[in-house]
């Protein structure tokens, strides 16, 4: 499987960006992340096809939430803009290195990595 970490969580005001990094051990065809707020299921957030670049981004997000890649860096960001209470979270990415599986379905992805934390507070 693919290594993963997470990085770039942190605190921050209503209004805030921040940006998330995750960096893998091996390029994988497939990135996503997902987020997860105590109490809650996962959610998908957004999604990278590594080789293209072509992304999805959820509606919950579209428009504050931009994910990219270096694949020179093993390396997918999740830039977060307009950040609201509502996404607090924690942060996960998840990686694939196959085709299968739907964007945000955790089923669809068999590497993990630990999770970073997201609070947003006025």
């Known amino acids: 499987q693919v290594r993963l970490v997470e990085s770039g969580g942190g605190s921050v005001p209503v209004g805030g960006s921040l940006t998330l990094s995750c960096v893998s051990s091996?390029?994988?065809?497939?990135v996503a992340w997902f987020r997860q707020a105590p109490g809650k299921g996962r959610e998908g957030v957004a999604h990278?096809?590594?080789?293209?670049?072509?992304?999805s981004v959820a509606d919950s997000v579209k428009g504050r939430f931009t994910i990219s890649r270096d694949n020179a860096k093993k390396t997918v960001f999740l830039q977060m803009s307009s950040l609201q209470p509502e996404d607090t979270a924690m942060y996960y990415c998840?990686?694939?290195?196959?085709?299968?599986?739907?964007?945000?379905?955790?089923?669809?992805?068999?590497?993990w990595g630990r999770g970073t934390q997201v609070t947003v507070s006025s």
């Open positions: 998840a990686a694939t290195l196959g085709w299968g599986g739907y964007y945000y379905d955790v089923r669809s992805y068999n590497s």
């Open positions: 091996e390029l994988a065809r497939r």
């Open positions: 990278i096809f590594t080789d293209s670049g072509a992304t």
